[in-house]
């Protein structure tokens, strides 16, 4: 597996005295698709914030190689540009010269089966496919360590699921390292390697679950009896903290 | 003209046309003197046989006009972006700002002969004053209307404060820029003439107050309607620009 592409340590987060989690320790291998589930308000936010640097820990230790890419849960995609040049943005905003950054955007476009939609401009786009945008934005900007806030939290159903398998597509693409924040258990067996469970706040990390499911994920594999037996499992314990 | 912007404009212009009708009827209706209310066919046809002694005063005008907006441009634009700088500096400044805007434009333009003298500028300083606050506001608010996470987004790419301003901020501010600047565009010509009628060799303002103290009744109002024509032309010319620069913001 290499050396781990994200380690952190003893991590705490205070906000005016208010401990929202204490004494995390969690990892991410290289190529893992790590998910985080817990309830609203213990600070899942937070964490993927401090590991992008956009917040300062309290406490603790947080080890990573490169900036993350980090995608929320609107597209944020820029109303005056087009498809391709918000592709761009990441290379743009690292004075990659326009010329380059058009090309390797296009060709990102290209490979993801998007390429039709370069000229369009965001308001055009429906929802999940706006989100597509934002999440190859997101991978020209680093292809392999992820940070990704409830991504598919505001899609529908139907979308959500295309979303999810055309998500594992490009993960298994680049072999990229994901931490995945979710409300969704079902979301998080199907996508994950590997699942933390949150306390609430003040948050600590009161369960680790393998998914042993073979890759590439199907859909079908959430029939699969040990699999509900997982997802009961874990829904049990989300109730119960509640 | 396509058929959209006719049924968008023509109400408008349909009522502006009967109530110069109106205004017509009245006149001749009533017999009122000349020399009290002239009617708006006696107004054009004062301002067809007078329009070369306009001429040079229009353009006097204008060229004061177009110089105090694009100062008051540059200015509030500047503002702008010094206010967004920290909370610290908006929190100081912008009552200031807000302050600043109660004192009567009008009793400063005679300070502003006595300082600047008699040509150009001083009417141009004016115009400014005029057109500088609902500018410098109205791109302040824009830039702190910005979506939180759109920031976060750039923050998180660590993107520098030149890019963060010339790929985030100055675009998602333009449109709250442009209604600012219509307000100030209408506003503009009649700063040029508040000026202008404190004192001046030249001008609209300099025009109306002649042809007032000469009882050129029909020339008077033949001013009034060249100012809102320049107003409204002004106005006009922003919302073009606006439609052009801002493909997105049409819905
Ligand atoms: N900048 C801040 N200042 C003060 N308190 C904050 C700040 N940011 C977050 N908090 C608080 O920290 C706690 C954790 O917030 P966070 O957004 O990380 O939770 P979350 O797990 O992502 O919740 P959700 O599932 O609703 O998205 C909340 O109680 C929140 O009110
Ligand atoms: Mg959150």
């Known amino acids: 597996m290499g050396h781990p592409k994200l380690v952190i340590q003893n991590l705490s987060k205070t906000f005016d005295k208010k401990a929202v989690f204490s004494s995390l320790s969690l990892y991410i291998n290289q190529g893992e698709f790590v998910s985080i589930i817990g309830p609203s308000g213990c600070g899942k936010t937070t964490i993927l914030n401090i590991i992008a640097g956009l917040e300062k820990e309290t406490a603790g230790t947080v080890h990573i190689d490169k900036i993350p890419g980090y995608m929320l849960q609107k597209p944020l995609l820029l109303p005056w540009k087009t498809t391709l040049e918000n592709v761009m943005l990441g290379l743009t905003l690292r004075q990659v010269s326009e010329k380059k950054a058009r090309q390797l955007a296009y060709d990102m476009l290209k490979k993801f089966k998007l390429s039709e939609y370069a000229n369009y401009y965001p308001h055009t786009l429906s929802g999940g496919m706006a989100q597509r945008v934002a999440l190859l934005r997101t991978v020209l900007f680093n292809n392999q360590f992820l940070l990704m806030d409830e991504p598919f939290g505001a899609l529908d159903a139907l979308t959500r699921l295309s979303m999810q398998m055309w998500l594992l597509n490009l993960w298994q693409t680049y072999k990229s390292s994901v931490l995945f924040v979710t409300h969704d258990i079902w979301e998080a067996i199907l996508l994950s390697d590997r699942i933390y469970v949150l306390s609430s706040s003040p948050a600590t990390i009161i369960k680790e679950v393998n998914i042993d499911l073979s890759r590439p994920r199907k859909r079908e594999f959430l029939k699969d009896k040990k699999v509900i037996a997982i997802e009961e499992s874990l829904e049990r314990l989300l109730l119960s903290i509640q | ?251």
């Open chain 2, 1 to 251: 003209m396509n058929l959209k912007t006719i049924s968008t404009i023509g109400p408008a212009f349909v009522l502006f046309i009967a109530l110069l009708l109106l205004w017509e009827l009245f006149v001749s209706a009533t017999h009122v003197s000349n020399q009290i209310l002239p009617s708006p066919s006696n107004i054009l046809q004062a301002f067809l046989r007078n329009w070369q002694i306009f001429l040079p005063h229009i353009q006097q005008t204008i060229l004061e006009t177009i110089i105090g907006i694009v100062v008051a441009i540059v200015i509030g634009i500047g503002t702008a972006v010094l206010l967004d700088t920290s909370i610290f500096i908006r929190r100081t400044l912008y009552p200031l700002l807000v302050t600043s805007q109660t004192i009567p434009i009008i009793a400063l333009a005679p300070l502003l002969l006595i300082w600047l003298g008699f040509d150009i500028w001083s009417k141009v300083v004016v115009v400014t004053l005029f057109c500088y606050f609902p500018i410098a506001i109205a791109m302040s608010d824009g830039f702190s209307r910005i979506d939180p996470e759109l920031l976060k987004l750039f923050r998180s790419m660590r993107a520098s404060y030149i890019d963060t301003m010339r790929l985030l901020k100055f675009p998602s501010a333009l449109p709250a820029f442009f209604s600012g600047l219509k307000i100030a565009v209408t506003y503009s010509i009649t700063g040029a003439m508040v000026g202008e009628y404190v004192g001046a060799e030249k001008g609209l303002g300099v025009f109306i107050q002649t042809a007032a103290n000469a009882y050129a009744i029909s020339l008077v109002f033949a001013t009034i309607f060249v100012t809102t024509f320049l107003s409204l032309l002004l106005f006009a010319i922003v919302s073009i620009v606006e439609k052009l620069l801002l493909p997105w913001h049409r819905k």
